[in-house]
């Protein structure tokens, strides 16, 4: 990897760079900060095969600039199209806990924010969490790669969910508000635009409360600052979002183990997102909450 970027620096900024440093290498990509003297940049090197993943490169450009232009974004500076490099401008931001983003002032700040994403403008890419799901599936069955966790039930389950809460493409996500993808300098920033595209609000609150853990107190508090309504419908749409962001997330996993090249445990990424995912179908009346859902119609909020 450090040679694609090697080979990158040298062409786009000669006789400039000071030092090439690794940023993070994720579960997808690898990140670089170069040092240019009078500023640095970060350079993002895509994983093998990520359009596998449903990643549109030339999408995620066009998003970045969206986020970028509303400041909650990193500005994009360049794109490579022989190597797929992304160029960032870098935030000199500090990392946000997922302790500090359940709690005020912060919630606050992230309800915020979310909001200006979701009306920062569109983009022709339509992403329904459910057809992400199922078409995960299908590309790790393609390679024989069987998901570690009850497939039968979880797909059962989403279909359960999909006829109460009908995906409706009405405001721009990020669809991946992982702990790492938060920075905060001056106000909170959101990076990694990679699944951005056109989806459900609710998908976004139920993926930031799922993966950053937050109480059930959070919840409440942030659907009080972006939907302004904590109804027991409205708690309830947030619920079985939060078992799509999870089934989501497991069957990503899965199509990891079909996919990738990197040193991580995919296996117990997806069995744990997986089986997490059921667990939050069996911890409360799945019934009671599927009634309740429906009766929220109101996605555009």
């Not at 995906?167 to 990679?194: K, Q, S």
């Not at 090249?261 to 059921?278: K, M, N």
Request: with cysteine.
């Amino acid at each position: 990897m450090t040679e694609v970027v090697d080979d990158l620096a040298a062409r786009l900024w000669p006789g400039r760079v000071r030092s090439i440093e690794v940023l993070a290498h994720g579960i997808t990509n690898s990140n670089y900060v170069v040092d240019l003297g009078d500023e640095r940049v970060v350079v993002r090197v895509p994983g093998h095969d990520t359009h596998l993943l449903g990643i549109d490169r030339t999408n995620e450009v066009v998003v970045g600039g969206l986020a970028a232009a509303i400041g909650v974004g990193p500005e994009v500076l360049a794109t490579d199209e022989p190597t797929g490099c992304i160029v960032f401008r870098f935030i000199d931001g500090r990392p946000v806990s997922t302790t500090e983003l359940s709690e005020e002032p912060m919630l606050r700040q992230f309800a915020e924010t979310l909001r200006l994403v979701h009306h920062a403008g569109t983009t022709p890419t339509i992403w329904n969490p459910y057809n992400v799901i199922r078409d995960h599936r299908d590309v790790a069955a393609a390679r024989d790669v069987e998901a570690p966790f009850d497939t039968v039930f979880a797909l059962e389950l989403l279909a359960r969910i999909e006829i109460v809460r009908p995906f409706r493409p009405v405001v721009l996500g990020h669809n991946d508000l992982l702990n790492a993808n938060f920075l905060f300098d001056d106000r909170l920033r959101i990076v990694d635009w990679e699944y951005a595209g056109m989806s459900d609000p609710f998908f976004d609150l139920a993926n930031v409360s799922v993966n950053n853990g937050f109480p059930v107190d959070s919840e409440i508090t942030l659907l009080r600052h972006y939907v302004g309504d904590v109804s027991e419908p409205v708690v309830s749409t947030l619920h079985l979002m939060k078992i799509v962001s999870e089934l989501r997330e497991a069957m990503w996993g899965v199509v990891q183990m079909a996919i990738s090249s990197l040193t991580v445990d995919f296996t117990t990424y997806a069995r744990d997102r997986g089986e997490h995912a059921i667990a939050l179908a069996h911890e409360s009346d799945l019934d009671e909450h599927l009634r309740l859902a429906r009766l929220y119609s109101k996605v555009d909020v």
